[in-house]
């Protein structure tokens, strides 16, 4: 019930910018965090950065200070900011979300398409 839209992915040079966003709709009572992952070919899907409700963030080592996230709890929407981007940072970039379920309280946690993000050197 719960479905997620990512946009904003592309093909960008290094050193270059993007902004993901990741829309949330549904039987959503609350949200309690708003993430973005990433997998690589022939790689695990990891955490690239994560908020809270609360305002808490989380981000890769590998990213902190290149990107960053933010949410608008109106539009239910979490977006990630990446600048100085790397070749490395080639993946498929997947939003995720966790609260509750309107009207039975359940949680839930949702995922994305993905959306891809492909960096040239």
């Known amino acids: 019930q719960v479905r997620l839209v990512e946009s904003g992915g592309g093909l960008v040079q290094a050193g270059g910018s993007l902004r993901l966003s990741c829309a949330a709709s549904?039987?959503?009572?609350?949200?309690?965090?708003m993430g973005w992952y990433r997998q690589a070919p022939g790689n695990q899907r990891l955490l690239v950065a994560r908020i809270t409700s609360g305002d808490l963030t989380n981000y890769a080592a590998s990213v902190k200070g290149r990107f960053t996230i933010s949410r608008d709890n109106a539009k239910n929407t979490v977006y990630l900011q990446m600048n100085s981007l790397k070749p490395e940072d080639t993946a498929v970039y997947s939003c995720n979300v966790e609260g509750l379920i309107s009207p039975t309280f359940a949680s839930f946690i949702s995922w994305g398409q993905g959306t891809q993000v492909t960096v040239s050197s």
């Open positions: 549904g039987s959503i009572r609350s949200i309690n965090a």
